[in-house]
Structure formats: structure tokens, C-alpha cells
């Protein structure tokens, strides 16, 4: 009987163990690459499938409702991936790059996109015309859309440009051209390349995050996190550098074969706004001599105000020595910021998150988002004005599928503590253990539901917006 317990308890851990993971896509082969945006009363999440861009509709209870095929390259052997999705609250617009070639020679063949409401196509995919072939990103500023991009020359010395463009939400594009920054210089030993950036908007401006790097004269090379504004007219507003090192090697990608550039390049920073101030997470090497090798990762934040400012820098999000954190993703959670990672502590890649509040500090203890079996990576976050939405692309079944976990908040997910604890109620039904509870959370009526007297809930659901209830 101890042993039949023991092996039942065991189990039961196990369960508890995956919380609230779910598939989103497992099919045969690799899925990769996601993102996820909350899309008026649904996430939208984007990936890779087989080179192919797939999306999925996820329902805020964590419910797969459909997938869907989005496009596939051209050109044989070339693969569509890199996905990027962004929403103007109604329509969602999706950016990815086609890729191709061998591993010693990858090259990128554009930017593409196209426009959905729900699971209908308004733009059917189409060429972004920003003058970039890779590292799409994407974002809406409420309105429009800024999508940007970088592109890098065979030349002496190697220039590489960041360029956006603005579009409307019919997928036309607005004035021209910009340019937001270019790395490489005027003389021979000045090689240069900007890495994949990302984007948010306060409602109005955008900010663009990018990895930078530039051999200076043949002496040392300046590897470096910037940020730049974008107004809604597209006129490029300076910004700052969060992160800056030296190394006196000329380490400047793509001089090195693809499976050498350092994921400092390859794997985009994030940021967020919280109504406030901005959020960005990057990672940086633990150790910037063993370029152009991949060495250690840690991942850093810095807390930006409106006017550019950096009022706190080399936030320690997860900074283990000799253990490799980075691909952070970070969203606004109300006023206070949740941040993502990959994380190799296990021995094998796990993802975890932690919140910070406007200020840069950490708030809470740390969130296990998924500590499966094989790699989880690449993590990216939505917020839905109560739960959030981790997507990553996940190995523990021996190929990538796509995989996410919906999280309560992370710190009120105990119903029946909401229950006795102010502006809440609480429902018995006679001589039953069904509970019905509403409560307030930022001028929002919430419900859940528990078929079995608390012990286990259905995810809250927003139902209306109030200050006072009852039930
Ligand atoms: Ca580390
Ligand atoms: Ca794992
Ligand atoms: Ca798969």
C-alpha cells in the first residue's frame, strides 16, 4: 500500500509540477520561434512550423480555439520564420523574414507581413518595404504601426543599417523610408552591424532597443544595447545606450560563420511600457573576451523614463555565473513589469519570470514558467488586463513544438485568501461544493468558478468593470 501511495503522490507532483503548460501547437517536425500578442479578448500566438507562419487563437482560459496557416516562401528550400506580431486592439499585423541556404551561407530575402481580424486575412501577405531583409520587429503605438528591420552590406568596411517604416492598419505605407541607426564607419577597419531589435510604443512615440557593435580603427570593438525614439511622423528622436563593452579583438558579426555570432546579435532584447515608465531586458556576455565564441549569458534591465532618461541600469535579473540566462521577453503588467527567461540552471534550458515594479525593483519571488524535461527557449509574454500568456518553443517530446503557460497574476492565486480579504464575495450554491467568487482588481469585475468546494478554479475571467459588486 506505501509503495502504491508513494508512487500516487509522485504522480500527483508532477501535475502540480506543469501548472498550467499546454500545447499550442505539437505537431510533426519543429515549430519555433513564437510570439503572442492579447488581440481584443484573445491571444494570437505566431510561429514556425517547418518554415512555414502558422498562427493560433488561444482563448483566456488557456483553450487552443484554432490554427492556422499564414504563408510559405517562394523559393524552394528557403524557409518563412522569425515571426512578430503586433495589434491595434481590433486587427492584428504579423512581420516575419524569409531565410535560406545553407548553414555556412544563410542569407535573408526581406521582410514580409500580412493583417488579420480574428482568424480572417485583410491583407493577404505582402512585401514590408523598409528596406531590410532581416530581424523583423513590430509594434503599435494604438494607431499605426512601426515595423523595423536591419540589413548589412558586403562591404569595406561592413555597414549595417536599422531602418523602419510606419504603416497603417490597411497595410499601406506612411511617408518613407527611416533610417533609425547604422553601425560601421568610414574607414577600412571600422566594420559595423546592428542585431535584432525590439519595439514598444507609450501610446504615441515608439522605442527601438538593438543590439549595436563597431570596430573602432583596428583597436577594440564597442559592443553595445541602444535605444532610439520614432515619432508617429517618423522623424527619429535620440535616445540612449543602456550597455556598453570594449573588447580589443574585431568582433564584429557576420565576419564570423552563422554558428558562431554570439545570440547577443541573433536574439533580440525586449521593452515594455507600463502607463509610466520603460522596461527593457537584455542579456549580455558574463565575460566579453571570449568573442566571437559564445561564452555565458546574463540577463539586465534598465528602467528608461519618457524623456529618454536611464534611471536605473544593470538590473541583476538572473545573473549566475557560468550558467547561460538570456532571450528575455518583458510586458507591463498594470503599473509593474513581469519579465521572462531562458535559463540553463537545470542543466537543461527552463524558463522562468519576475516581476519589477516601475521603479526597477524586483517584486516577489521568482515564477517557475516551466521546468520540463529537454529545452524550453525563446519566451515571449502577453498580458490580457488580469492573466498572462507565456509562449515559448519547447523539446520535451525530442522535436520543437510550440508550448504556453496562463498565469494568474503570480501573486493573488489563492481565491479563497481573495475571498475574506476586502472587495470580494463569495458564493456557496445549497448543499453543494460549488463556489461562485467576484472580486475587483484595477476597476475590473472578476469571476471564477470552483466545481469541488475551492480546491480547484477556473482562471479568472473579466465580466464586467465597476467598483462595487455583490453576488
Ligand atoms: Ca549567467
Ligand atoms: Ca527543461
Ligand atoms: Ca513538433
Known amino acids: 500500500m506505501k509503495i502504491i501511495s508513494l508512487t500516487f503522490l509522485i504522480a500527483m507532483l508532477a501535475i502540480f509540477a506543469n501548472g498550467n503548460e499546454f500545447p499550442i501547437c505539437a505537431g510533426i517536425g519543429n515549430q519555433g520561434a513564437p510570439d503572442v500578442a492579447f488581440v481584443g479578448n484573445e491571444y494570437i500566438v505566431v510561429y514556425d512550423s517547418l518554415g512555414d507562419i502558422w498562427a493560433a487563437r488561444v482563448d483566456l482560459q488557456g483553450n487552443v480555439l484554432e490554427r492556422f496557416f499564414i504563408h510559405t516562401p517562394d523559393l524552394p528550400d528557403w524557409r518563412d520564420t522569425l515571426p512578430a506580431v503586433a495589434t491595434d486592439g481590433e486587427r492584428w499585423f504579423v512581420v516575419w523574414t524569409a531565410r535560406g541556404g545553407l548553414a555556412e551561407e544563410e542569407r535573408f530575402l526581406g521582410i514580409w507581413g500580412a493583417i488579420y481580424e480574428g482568424s480572417t486575412v485583410i491583407v493577404e501577405p505582402f512585401m514590408i518595404q523598409i528596406g531590410a531583409s532581416c530581424f523583423p520587429a513590430i509594434?503599435?503605438?494604438?494607431?499605426?504601426?512601426?515595423?523595423?528591420?536591419?540589413?548589412?552590406?558586403?562591404s569595406i568596411p561592413q555597414r549595417s543599417y536599422l531602418r523602419g517604416r510606419l504603416y497603417n492598419r490597411d497595410g499601406n505605407p506612411l511617408f518613407s523610408d527611416i533610417?533609425?541607426?547604422?553601425?560601421?564607419?568610414?574607414?577600412?577597419?571600422?566594420?559595423?552591424?546592428?542585431?535584432?531589435?525590439?519595439?514598444?510604443?507609450?501610446?504615441?512615440?515608439?522605442?527601438?532597443?538593438?543590439?549595436?557593435?563597431?570596430?573602432?580603427?583596428?583597436?577594440?570593438?564597442?559592443?553595445?544595447?541602444?535605444?532610439?525614439f520614432v515619432t508617429p511622423d517618423g522623424i527619429v528622436v535620440d535616445g540612449g545606450t543602456v550597455f556598453a563593452e570594449y573588447t580589443s579583438e574585431p568582433t564584429v558579426p557576420p565576419m564570423y560563420p552563422p554558428e558562431l555570432i554570439p545570440k547577443l546579435y541573433t536574439i533580440p532584447p525586449d521593452i515594455a511600457f507600463s502607463g509610466i515608465n520603460y522596461f527593457c531586458s537584455h542579456h549580455v556576455l558574463e565575460n566579453y573576451l571570449v568573442l566571437p565564441f559564445d561564452g555565458f549569458y546574463n540577463v539586465l534591465g534598465a528602467v528608461i523614463n519618457q524623456a529618454g532618461e536611464i534611471l536605473l541600469n544593470e538590473i541583476p535579473i538572473a545573473v549566475v555565473e557560468d550558467i547561460s540566462e538570456f532571450a528575455s521577453g518583458v510586458m507591463a503588467e498594470h503599473e509593474n513589469f513581469f519579465v521572462v527567461w531562458q535559463d540553463f540552471r537545470a542543466g537543461n534550458f527552463n524558463i522562468y519570470g519576475r516581476h519589477y515594479s516601475q521603479d526597477g525593483n524586483s517584486i516577489l519571488d521568482e515564477i517557475v514558467i516551466t521546468e520540463a524535461a529537454r529545452d524550453q527557449t525563446l519566451p515571449s509574454v502577453a498580458f490580457d488586463d488580469l492573466n498572462i500568456l507565456?509562449?515559448?518553443?519547447?523539446?520535451?517530446?525530442?522535436?520543437?513544438?510550440?508550448?504556453?503557460?496562463?498565469?494568474?497574476?503570480?501573486?493573488?492565486?489563492?481565491?479563497?485568501?481573495?475571498?475574506?480579504?476586502?472587495?470580494?464575495?463569495?458564493?456557496?450554491?445549497?448543499?453543494s461544493g460549488e463556489l461562485h467568487l467576484v472580486y475587483t482588481d484595477h476597476d475590473k469585475v472578476i469571476y471564477r468558478y470552483s466545481s469541488n468546494g475551492g480546491t480547484d478554479w477556473t482562471l479568472p475571467e473579466i465580466i464586467g468593470g465597476c467598483r462595487v459588486i455583490s453576488v
Not at 509594434?139 to 512601426?146: A, H, R, T, V, Y
Not at 560601421?184 to 559595423?192: A, C, K, S, V
Not at 520543437?400 to 475571498?419: F, Q, R, S, V, Y
Request: hydrophobic share 40%; net charge negative; with cysteine.
Open 390 to 431: 507565456v509562449v515559448w518553443q519547447d523539446f520535451r517530446n525530442s522535436n520543437w513544438d510550440i508550448w504556453g503557460n496562463l498565469l494568474h497574476k503570480g501573486w493573488t492565486d489563492d481565491p479563497l485568501a481573495l475571498a475574506y480579504n476586502g472587495n470580494r464575495h463569495l458564493v456557496r450554491k445549497p448543499r
Open 139 to 154: 509594434s503599435c503605438n494604438g494607431n499605426i504601426f512601426l515595423i523595423t528591420g536591419t540589413v548589412s552590406t558586403i
Open 179 to 228: 533610417l533609425i541607426d547604422q553601425a560601421g564607419g568610414t574607414y577600412e577597419e571600422e566594420d559595423g552591424y546592428i542585431g535584432f531589435p525590439a519595439i514598444t510604443s507609450d501610446g504615441e512615440r515608439f522605442i527601438v532597443v538593438y543590439p549595436w557593435c563597431q570596430w573602432i580603427f583596428g583597436e577594440h570593438t564597442l559592443h553595445a544595447i541602444k535605444f532610439k
